[in-house]
């Protein structure tokens, strides 16, 4: 049975001893409580997270889930918190249902449950793996004693287009990148022992391809060749895979003309058969019912028939498995034995979380009130918020600003607010915990008196005598704090966006604030890679803040006042032009490359370098490093040999500072045309004040094979060009010759 494959930490006892148990149930099992074990829906519940008491009269939604429930016509429900409702809910599963299967409770916790962790993609920018599986277990901790079995992340989407809203669920536009974060996450949500209470189930979404929607523009279809989808988009599925995850949540895009609900190939063969995958398929949001709006199914029923045969195990919301699985068995359209494999699956899992044994497991409210926004959570915020912050400029070393001696003004529409901290997907967040930007200055002040905050701008549109009050307060300080940029609705499912500017209205804002000649500093708040332009791009310093979460203010005065260093590195590249989109830095040569010099008849836009104004894997410190240029230890590597690349980084500052040392290469010639650069590998080096450090990193025989055209990955002999750099737009590369 595929079944028993799937629960590696259990052991082979507990294994054959759900086996045995799942084979009972299943004996027992009409078609109408199979279907209901692959019915998810959402809760009706979830907005009481406090809890309900048996008594409570329900409302009409909650009454008919209830008596569903209890039918055995569903198996799992999502986005419902809270220990004592998870509670209440799963009793009338196990007590009340004929056959008393414990449902499964899934939510979206993306970054968090009640504490808010910085957005993923804001966290990606801390190239800090360790860090990620921290805030993930974290919220794993407050998901699973809010009775949480199964979180709806991580996003391991790549995502190249910077126009599409959901680059900030992922970890950017880099393949490496994408897959260690994905491995990470996952080890964190799902810790070390599945049955434990604070561990959540990951699903990996969404496979496959999605973050590929042409234009950047969400739900849209994807149409590319094996040879991409295989080196760029499946990857972190694999990786997440290999870190244990046991779900897998498929897409709503359309992939060379099969959408991925109904994608067999990608749902079974490839998941499945060639990944050896033993967890189950959930469906995204009503994306098998979508089959007939892409127009590969005629209705509803077929809908259910070909998502169901293609892999699809659990349909999230639309009802359909439900309502058409057992006439689907009875005319022989759908063979009893998949619908078996898919409630097999889910009833393994069900096991591996240790539900048979203990389905209430994590729904205990004393543990609720003592981990979820505890103290520890908190601080931990705070420090995955400043990791989180990439320096972009700062020029005359404007920054880090002193805690006293100096007025500040703290200008736009993100100084006062505290609503608009979390990001998308924090659905559960304790607005009790936002720390504001203005909160977290006027803590860290000496005196806090010496801020003053004026909106100037609302985020889209003008306010009224909103620019003349910024450019008054703007006068009478020494230095202005402007915080602009995108807000939460801007940057998210659905969020796509034509241009991804700052909007008019802040724009304008900062051309008035840059105009009185006083020293400017962006804190940027934003979901993606951003077209920086006029006052904004021409400030003195830039930081690029994302949506940090509960503990925003005080992160981004930790890194503004210098009590911590800027460590973060561009996970996106930020375009010169909205309209190079996709820009990302692992793109091919063409042939007519480029050159700065070259002006026409070469592959870029008349009006801008085909560049990023600030490259992916950019970010300053608060000391100037100087780069020696790329050594290597041989011209050439021997067939499945290694080489070592060393630079040597020298601090010319007075402070201890952390550098990411970035390495790329470069297959000068193949037999499938290679990106200009390629991330490899990655290390955090401190580099103490004014002292150099030697820093060595191996290139091995695996970093120069690529994705062949048989689609298994292949290694050619030939010239390679090998950069050890600060971002993907620096440094001198070296050569070397892989021999055969
Ligand atoms: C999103 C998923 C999410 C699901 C459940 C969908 O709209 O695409 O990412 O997990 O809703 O909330």
Redesign the pocket.
Same mark, same amino acid.
């Given at each position: 049975m595929a079944g028993l494959m799937m629960a590696p930490r259990m052991t082979l006892a507990k294994q054959a001893e759900a086996k045995d148990r799942i084979d009972a149930l299943m004996a027992r099992m009409t078609i109408e409580e199979k279907a209901g074990q692959l019915n998810l829906m959402n809760d009706p519940f979830r907005w009481r997270p406090e809890g309900v008491n048996p008594g409570d009269r329900l409302d009409s939604d909650q009454a008919q889930t209830a008596a569903d429930i209890k039918a055995g016509r569903i198996g799992a429900l #999502?986005?419902g918190v809270g220990a004592a409702t998870t509670r209440l809910v799963q009793d009338m599963a196990v007590r009340e249902s004929r056959l008393g299967i414990p449902l499964l409770f899934a939510a +979206?916790i993306v970054h968090g449950l009640r504490t808010t962790f910085p957005v993923p993609l804001g966290e990606s920018a801390s190239w800090d793996l360790e860090l990620a599986e921290r805030t993930a277990r974290a919220a794993a901790v407050e998901g699973g004693a809010s009775g949480v079995h199964q979180t !709806?992340a991580p =996003?391991v989407d790549v995502a190249r287009d910077q126009r599409w809203g959901r680059v900030v %669920?992922g970890a950017g536009e880099d393949v490496l990148l994408n897959n260690l974060f994905a491995a990470a996450r996952t080890k964190g949500f799902q810790g070390d022992d599945l049955t434990h209470w604070s561990s959540l189930l990951a699903c990996p979404?969404?496979f496959a391809a999605y973050g590929a929607a042409e234009s950047g523009m969400d739900y849209n279809s994807t149409d590319m060749s094996e040879v991409m989808l295989r080196s760029v988009y499946l990857p972190p599925f694999k990786a997440a895979l290999d870190a244990g995850a046991l779900s897998v =949540?498929s897409a #709503?895009n359309d992939l060379n003309g099969v959408p991925t609900s109904g994608n067999k190939w990608l749902l079974t063969d490839i998941l499945h058969g060639e990944w050896g995958f033993a967890g189950f398929v959930v469906s +995204? !949001?009503t994306s098998e019912a979508e089959l007939v709006a892409h127009g590969f199914a005629a209705d509803g029923r077929d809908a259910a028939r070909i998502a169901l045969m293609a892999g699809v195990d659990m349909s =999230?919301k639309s009802g359909l498995y439900l309502r058409h699985i057992p006439d689907l068995v009875a005319s022989g359209e759908v063979p009893m034995a998949r619908v078996d494999q898919a409630v097999r699956r889910v009833l393994m899992t069900k096991a591996a979380l240790g539900l048979f044994d203990d389905p209430y497991r994590g729904s205990d409210v004393a543990v609720e009130r003592r981990v979820v926004g505890s103290r520890d959570h908190l601080d931990l915020a705070r420090e995955a918020g400043r990791k989180s912050i990439v320096m972009l400029k700062n020029e005359g070393g404007l920054l880090p600003l002193p805690k006293s001696g100096q007025r500040i003004a703290l200008i736009g529409p993100f100084g006062a607010d505290a609503a608009d901290v979390f990001g998308p997907w924090s659905i559960f967040k304790d607005t009790d915990l936002a720390v504001s930007l203005e909160q977290g200055l006027r803590q860290a002040l000496r005196d806090p008196n010496a801020l003053t905050v004026v909106k100037g701008s609302d985020v889209e549109a003008p306010l009224p005598g909103g620019i003349e009050a910024a450019v008054a307060a703007a006068n009478e300080a020494d230095v202005v704090l402007l915080a602009i940029g995108e807000s939460s609705v801007m940057s998210a %499912?659905s969020k796509s966006r034509v241009s991804i500017d700052i909007p008019a209205p802040q724009l304008a804002l900062a051309e008035a604030v840059a105009a009185t000649g006083k020293p400017v500093v962006v804190l940027l708040r934003n979901g993606r890679g951003m077209e920086l332009s006029g006052a904004v791009a021409g400030a003195d310093s830039i930081l690029v803040t994302w949506f940090l979460g509960s503990e925003t203010g005080h992160a981004i005065a930790d890194v503004l006042f210098g009590d911590h260093e800027p460590t973060g590195r561009l996970p996106v590249s930020f375009p010169f032009r909205s309209g190079q989109s996709p820009f990302y830095y692992a793109h091919k040569a063409t042939g007519r490359p480029s050159q700065p010099t070259d002006q026409e008849f070469t592959s870029k836009f008349r009006e801008v370098p085909h560049a990023a104004l600030y490259p992916f894997g950019h970010g300053l410190t608060y000391a100037p490093i100087d780069w020696s240029e790329t050594r290597l230890s041989s011209q050439t590597m021997a067939w499945n040999g290694q080489i070592e690349a060393s630079v040597t980084l020298t601090n010319g500052g007075d402070r201890d500072v952390t550098e990411v040392v970035q390495l790329y290469i470069r297959d000068r010639v193949a037999s499938l045309t290679q990106p200009v650069r390629l991330l490899k590998a990655f290390r955090r080096v401190t580099v103490p004040a004014g002292k150099s450090v030697e820093v060595t990193m191996p290139l091995t025989f695996a970093d120069v094979q690529f994705m062949g055209p048989d689609h298994t990955m292949i290694a050619e002999p030939g010239l390679f060009d090998v950069w050890l750099s600060a971002s993907a737009q620096t440094g001198q590369a070296a050569q070397f010759t892989l021999l055969r």
């Open positions: #999502f986005n +979206d !709806y =996003m %669920e979404k969404h =949540m #709503f +995204d !949001y =999230m %499912e």
